[in-house]
């Protein structure tokens, strides 16, 4: 039997994790950007606060 989930059976999760990787972290150019996708394709109430604690824990991680 093959299984045909190659990288992840929930493609939400990943999209979330590249886009706070990349995305998230470039804040002042994609600013209203990052707020539609928070808020519409991932469902956040509050997307300004949600991509500031995003953007705050991507860059405390590259720091370690």
């Known amino acids: 039997m093959i299984n045909f989930c190659y ?12 886009w706070a990787m990349t995305m998230a972290l470039q804040d002042n150019r994609y ?3 990052n ?8 469902g956040v109430k509050n997307p300004d606060s949600y991509v500031k604690r ?3 824990r991507e860059l405390n ?4």
């Open 54 to 56: 995003i953007r705050t």
């Open 7 to 18: 990288i992840s059976c929930n493609p939400i999760k990943e999209i979330k994790k590249v």
């Open 35 to 42: 707020r539609f996708i928070a808020g519409c394709y991932f």
């Open 31 to 33: 600013k209203d950007l």
């Open 61 to 64: 991680e590259r720091m370690r």
